[in-house]
């Protein structure tokens, strides 16, 4: 948008919130149909805390804050967050293989859980659900990092959860997720972005092509603005800095 390849954008604190003082700020989405934004929020190292913030995004007032765990309550890790057309907030817990469901008002729901979501070796459960999508077809798709299963989780039809079948290469260290197209999704992590397509409403989908990214850095997220791809960095050489590192995603085959 007029800025050079390299060009250093101004970043400006919008907000500060003392009630989640000490946590992390991680999942982050904007609610244009209501004007506001959710914010994941998490007890990084001792995971003793996860929560849901909104923000309207006019005047930066907290509009709510749902408690989805506390320090009395099991170790969570509250990571990404996605919504629906009635503004409900699905949230990964990546610690427990679940989804919390928040209403649009903050208040908690449900929590929706598949034993397709834990994987079978121990280790892989380190770091599970994380990255989240609404699809407008009405489910929602979900990584899990350490596997690299994509799950389709049919609102529909009761929550019914499937496991996507994905050819073409494996989907591990997945972190973000979001759509370019009903039929497109890029998954942002480790290599920074892999592009993913479905020609089947999600119940197969393939590898397409991927993008290395910044090699000094981890990437996070993924978001979309005119069709391009632009990939978070957000872990490694030079972190933590003021700046954040966003870089236009360029994927080859």
């Known amino acids: 948008d007029g800025h050079s390849l390299e ?17 992390a700020s991680l999942g982050i989405l904007v609610d244009r149909p ?6 994941v929020a998490t007890d990084l190292l001792g995971n003793k805390y996860s929560g849901l913030a909104a923000y309207d995004l006019s ?12 320090p009395n309550d099991e170790k969570s890790f509250a990571d990404d967050v996605t919504v ?13 293989n679940k989804i919390w ?10 929590i929706i859980k598949s034993p397709l979501f834990i994987s079978k070796e121990w280790y892989k ?13 009405g489910f929602l798709i979900v990584i899990h990092t350490f596997s690299g299963n994509l799950f389709k989780v049919d609102l529909v039809k009761g929550e019914k959860v499937k ?8 989907l591990g260290f997945g972190d973000g997720l979001e759509l ?9 992590g480790n290599p920074a972005g892999r592009f993913v397509e479905s020609t089947d409403g999600w119940e197969t989908a393939s590898l397409v092509s991927t993008c290395s990214g910044l090699k000094h850095r981890l990437a996070s997220a993924a978001t979309v603005k005119d069709g391009r791809v632009y990939i978070s960095h957000m872990i490694g050489m030079g972190y933590p800095k003021k700046k954040h590192a966003l870089v236009e995603a360029v994927f080859s085959t």
């Open 7 to 23: 060009a250093v954008l101004e970043e400006v604190p919008v907000v500060k919130d003392a009630d989640l003082h000490g946590n």
């Open 34 to 39: 209501r004007n506001r934004l959710l914010v």
């Open 59 to 70: 005047s930066w007032k907290r509009q709510f804050l749902a408690h989805l765990s506390g």
């Open 84 to 96: 629906d057309p009635e503004g409900n907030a699905y949230v990964t817990d990546a610690i427990n």
């Open 101 to 110: 469901k928040v209403g649009v008002d903050g208040k908690f729901i449900s």
């Open 125 to 137: 459960n380190l770091v599970g659900l994380n990255g989240i999508v609404y699809h407008p077809d």
């Open 163 to 170: 496991l996507i079948n994905v050819t073409g290469g494996s």
């Open 180 to 188: 370019l197209s009903p039929t497109k999704l890029v998954v942002a």
